[in-house]
């Protein structure tokens, strides 16, 4: 796993954590995502629970800033119940990835929004694309 997929990971676990609850489908969604990508959950673990983990995330192109944000909304929906501090958790991830302070409301409101709805990241980037 190299340093951006770290940070990935690290930031994924930040809102597992937002809402104070760590609850099992999170952390099965974040497994699979992880799986998803080729990266074994002992990286994962490692990644997380490492003192020297990188959290920077400034080498991923717009497609991975989105992709991170869209997992980071998926995140905030995996126990069903989306909390005001995973709303938070989402929009500061975003100021963290450069997006323009006005448009973190409407890009995470859309993010979740997609997200509730469980499409795939491919037609979530695809509505993007066209609009």
Do not use: C
């Not at 490492?50 to 080498?59: K, L, Q």
């Amino acid at each position: 796993m190299n340093d951006k997929e770290k940070g990935m990971f690290l930031s994924l676990y930040q809102m597992v954590l937002a809402d104070s609850e760590v609850h099992p489908k999170e952390l099965e969604l974040l497994y699979q995502i992880g799986k998803d990508k080729g990266i074994s959950e002992e990286e994962i673990q490692q990644a997380i629970f490492s003192s020297n983990t990188s959290v920077s995330m400034e080498d991923l192109n717009d497609d991975e800033k989105i992709e991170h944000l869209y997992n980071v909304a998926r995140m905030a929906w995996a126990d069903g119940i989306l909390d005001d501090s995973e709303i938070e958790t989402l929009r500061k991830t975003s100021r963290r990835l450069g997006f323009a302070e006005e448009n973190i409301v409407e890009i995470s409101d859309f993010l979740l929004k997609e997200a509730k709805e469980e499409k795939l990241f491919k037609e979530v980037l695809e509505i993007i694309k066209n609009s």
